[in-house]
C-alpha cells in the first residue's frame, strides 16, 4: 500500500493563479480532508468528506474548493492565489469520520509570490 | 482563545532523559486525546490515543490525560536522538463532528 500520496511536493505560484493540489489513498477509507500548517497555527481544516459524493467546511476553507468523484481521490482547488495562502498542505484519510487515526499524507509546499 | 494550547519549546535533552509535552484545552467535550509525531518535512503520524481520563503506556511512551484540569500530558523515557521530531497533541469530541483540534507542536531535539 503506498498509503495516502500528494502531488506536487513543492509549487511556487503567483497571486491570482490557480492550481489543484492532488491527493489520493488506496487503503479504502471513506473519510479524507485537507488541512494546512502554517508556523504558530498548527494544522488547520480546510474541508473534509464522509464518502464519494459528500464534501463539507473546515475552519478554514475560504479561497478553497475539493470534490470527490472517487473513494481515492479528494483534490483541493486554489481558485485565485494569495499570498495568505502560502503554507504546507496535508491530506488525511481515516477509516470513518469517527476514526481516532487520520494518515497523512507527506505533505505540498506551497509558496505565493 | 484557541481551542488547544501547546508549548511550542524548542525543547532540546540529553540522550537518555525523560522528556514531559504538555497541552491544555478549553473544550470539556473532548474525549479523543492523540498525540502525533512529525519529523521534520514529513506528514504527522499517529503516536498514541487515549479515550477519556487516565493513563496509557506504549514502550518509552506513557500518555496521560486529567479531564479535571483540561490537560494531557505525553511522558517519553530514555529518550534517543531518533525521538527528535516535532509532537502534536490532538483532540476530537462526538458533539464537534469529531473535527481534530490540533496543538501547533513542540519540538523536540535529543542529544546524543
Known amino acids: 500500500n503506498a498509503g495516502v500520496t500528494q502531488t506536487p511536493k513543492f509549487q511556487v505560484l503567483k497571486t491570482g493563479q490557480s492550481m489543484t493540489l492532488q491527493c489520493a489513498q488506496d487503503?479504502?477509507?471513506?473519510?479524507m480532508s485537507w488541512y494546512r500548517q502554517d508556523p504558530g497555527m498548527g494544522l488547520r481544516l480546510i474541508h473534509y468528506?464522509?464518502?464519494?459524493?459528500?464534501?463539507d467546511q473546515g475552519e478554514v476553507p475560504n479561497g478553497y474548493n475539493v470534490s470527490r468523484s472517487t473513494t481515492e481521490d479528494f483534490p483541493l482547488r486554489l481558485l485565485s492565489a494569495a499570498p495568505s495562502q502560502t503554507s504546507v498542505y496535508f491530506c488525511?484519510?481515516?477509516?470513518?469520520?469517527?476514526?481516532?487515526?487520520?494518515?497523512f499524507g507527506p505533505g505540498t509546499r506551497l509558496t505565493v509570490t | 482563545q484557541k481551542e488547544v494550547e501547546q508549548d511550542p519549546g524548542p525543547l532540546s535533552v540529553p540522550e537518555g532523559a525523560i522528556v514531559s509535552l504538555n497541552c491544555t484545552y478549553s473544550?470539556?467535550?473532548?474525549?479523543?486525546f492523540m498525540w502525533y509525531r512529525q519529523y521534520s518535512r514529513k506528514g504527522p503520524e499517529l503516536l498514541m490515543y487515549?479515550?477519556?481520563?487516565g493513563n496509557k503506556e506504549d514502550g518509552r511512551f506513557t500518555a496521560q490525560v486529567d479531564k479535571s484540569s483540561k490537560y494531557i500530558s505525553l511522558f517519553i523515557r530514555d529518550s534517543q536522538p531518533s525521538d527528535s521530531a516535532t509532537y502534536l497533541c490532538?483532540?476530537?469530541?462526538?458533539?464537534?463532528?469529531?473535527?481534530?483540534?490540533f496543538g501547533t507542536g513542540t519540538s523536540l531535539t535529543v542529544i546524543p
Open positions: 487503503m479504502n477509507h471513506e473519510y
Open positions: 487515549t479515550y477519556s481520563s
Open positions: 488525511a484519510s481515516s477509516l470513518s469520520r469517527s476514526s481516532y487515526e487520520q494518515y
Open positions: 490532538a483532540m476530537s469530541a462526538l458533539n464537534t463532528g469529531n473535527q481534530f483540534y
Open positions: 468528506s464522509v464518502g464519494a459524493g459528500i464534501t
Open positions: 473544550n470539556s467535550a473532548f474525549q479523543y
